[in-house]
């Protein structure tokens, strides 16, 4: 079965943001070196009781600002068309406000199933103020406080309630998905590679609304391709299909091993592309950069573009870099076996005699510099996970560990393993067990 998706909306300021971060567990981390990750999440993977969903912050529903209309709609598109469950989050210290009306308005259109959480409830001015939201008109109240965590876990086995335990049918095809800007060629890029117009392709940017899986056979193995709709930058005006759009391409990255990040080679690399990446980045995701339209350009040849998306792609050096045209079919040929390599990579395991060889000669190479008189020392090393590779140190004290060491120790373990297409993890752990 399908994974639920939970939505929180309300107007500015209820506090949805505070009850997101709550129920994720945790701040949502933002990776530094990656430039422009976006650091107001849209959504996240939640779990409660071995329950697991997708949580979605729609912002925040205001009347009294000029793109009213579009906000209304952006969260409306959300809410009933996603959400299996809508959370609407109000301030019981201020009681019902004529944005909250307009909220519940959108909310029983919808006919989902909706819990109001009435926030702040630790105040004493909300206890008197409680009952007047039973005239929203909705079946479920819950009051709680974000902060003191009053009432969590009453919400949570609310919005819980009709959730399954029951895990999805594991499938081991490899699942890749196609990522981008609007108009880069996703659509037709998956027509070239199925053979087929499954896809209706339009000229107009963000024709693809939706995820679309197909299953694809390369070399007597079987592969699922996932499109995805056009990941548009966030800006003052943003349509709803946009921004219900870039929630569904997350989820499709999500759900993919491997992801391809298509560029048009007609408008070059624009900042949104390297935004994109970081979001398969993020997620630990497989990488592969598809520069698309390739038949279009005549002024430069594909070692200098290269270059060019080396030095602007310099956090994923580590991703191939296709040229084709989905158009004319001209390359085509290049990408699978790219991605066959990629896929092989992401689930490589590496002997952990090897791994510690590759470690100490690193060290004995280049040694860490020291730090306040103590000197980093690495006790054992061993991969601890896959898709993506990931390694873990034992060390002396893991406060020693310099963001620019880790990179070479990473540097390293590439130029002796084949993990070209994806990133891997290095975790590092205090020997007597103390990860503090």
Same mark, same amino acid.
């Given at each position: 079965?399908?994974?639920? @998706? ?9 506090? %949805? ?34 329950? %697991? ?6 912002? &925040? ?5 000029? @793109? ?44 989902? *199933? ?32 974000? $902060?003191?965590?009053? &009432? ?8 819980? %309630? ?12 490899? *699942? ?9 060629? %996703? ?18 940017? !963000? ?22 709709? &056009? ?36 408008? !070059? ?16 995701? !497989? ?14 040849? $594909? ?17 191939? $870099? ?5 158009? @004319? ?11 066959? *390599? ?30 306040? &008189? ?24 893991? !406060? ?23 990133? $891997? ?12």
């Amino acid at each position: 079965m399908a994974i639920p @998706t939970v939505a929180l909306v309300g107007r500015p300021n209820v506090g %949805k943001s505070t009850l997101f971060n709550k129920i994720c567990g945790k701040k949502i981390s933002i990776i530094e070196d990656i430039p422009g990750v976006t650091r107001d999440r849209i959504y996240q993977e939640a779990k409660y009781n071995n329950k %697991k969903f997708y949580l979605v912050d729609t912002g &925040g529903i205001d009347a009294t600002e000029m @793109t009213f209309n579009t906000e209304i709609k952006i969260q409306a598109e959300i809410a009933i068309k996603d959400a299996d469950v809508v959370v609407f989050v109000v301030d019981g210290k201020e009681g019902i406000t004529h944005n909250d009306l307009i909220v519940r308005d959108i909310l029983r259109k919808s006919n989902k *199933k909706v819990i109001v959480a009435i926030n702040k409830i630790d105040v004493k001015i909300a206890e008197e103020n409680l009952y007047d939201f039973y005239e929203l008109g909705f079946d479920t109240y819950i009051p709680i406080s974000s $902060i003191h965590n009053t &009432g969590y876990i009453e919400l949570m086995e609310a919005i819980t %309630k009709d959730f399954k335990e029951k895990e999805e049918k594991k499938d081991d095809r490899i *699942k890749f998905c196609l990522i981008g800007r609007p108009n880069v060629g %996703k659509s037709s890029l998956m027509n070239a590679l199925l053979n087929e117009e499954r896809v209706v392709v339009s000229n107009v940017a !963000g024709t693809t609304r939706d995820s679309i899986d197909s299953v694809l056979k390369y070399n007597n193995e079987e592969y699922i391709l996932i499109d995805t709709a &056009g990941m548009r930058k966030k800006g003052k005006v943003f349509e709803a299909i946009e921004k219900y759009s870039l929630f569904r391409s997350l989820q499709a990255i999500d759900r993919s091993d491997i992801c391809l990040v298509v560029i048009n080679a007609e408008e !070059g690399i624009k900042e949104h592309d390297k935004h994109i990446a970081g979001y398969a980045i993020e997620k630990g995701k !497989g990488l592969i950069f598809v520069v698309n339209k390739w038949d279009t350009i005549t002024d430069t040849t $594909i070692q200098e573009f290269e270059k060019l998306m080396r030095t602007e792609f310099q956090f994923a050096t580590y991703a191939p $870099i296709v040229f084709l045209s989905a158009l @004319t079919k001209k390359r085509i040929h290049t990408l699978m076996p790219e991605v066959i *390599k990629v896929a092989e990579n992401i689930k490589r395991e590496v002997k952990t005699s090897l791994l510690n060889e590759v470690i100490l000669d690193a060290f004995q190479l280049t040694p860490p510099p020291s730090y306040k &008189g103590k000197k980093l020392k690495v006790y054992f090393s061993s991969q601890t996970g896959t898709k993506p590779p990931k390694f873990t140190l034992r060390v002396n004290n893991k !406060g020693l560990v310099h963001f620019s060491y880790e990179r070479y120790l990473e540097n390293k373990i590439r130029e002796n393993f084949d993990f070209e297409g994806t990133p $891997i993890i290095l975790q590092f752990k205090n020997r007597n067990g103390d990860e503090e």
